[in-house]
């Protein structure tokens, strides 16, 4: 696998982002607007985290947004069913 797994857990106003770093688990909160995407993109790259797999949970209208954009900036996206 030469891409890295990054978790999204999806809220109205606000989304959690879990990655695996070298030695543990990274987390970091962003708003849930295009400028929280940009910034949890930025943040990724800035790690040298270039090459994404996003896997976020379908919660309708909360996770189209979030997913679209991962898509559009060429990055592969999983939506699942939380249950």
């Given amino acids: ?3 890295s797994i990054v978790g ?4 109205k106003a606000k989304f959690d982002v879990a990655v695996k770093g070298a030695k543990r688990y990274q987390h970091a909160v962003f708003k ?5 995407f940009k ?3 930025d943040g990724l790259t800035q790690q040298g ?3 994404i797999h996003v896997c976020l949970e ?4 909360y996770s189209q ?3 679209t954009y991962f898509s559009a900036q060429g990055h592969r996206v999983s939506v699942v069913n939380p249950a």
């Fill in 1 to 3: 696998m030469d891409f």
């Fill in 58 to 61: 379908a919660t309708g209208v």
């Fill in 8 to 11: 999204i857990a999806i809220a």
């Fill in 32 to 36: 849930h607007d295009a400028v929280g």
């Fill in 49 to 51: 985290i270039t090459d």
């Fill in 65 to 67: 947004a979030l997913a």
């Fill in 39 to 41: 910034a949890c993109l």
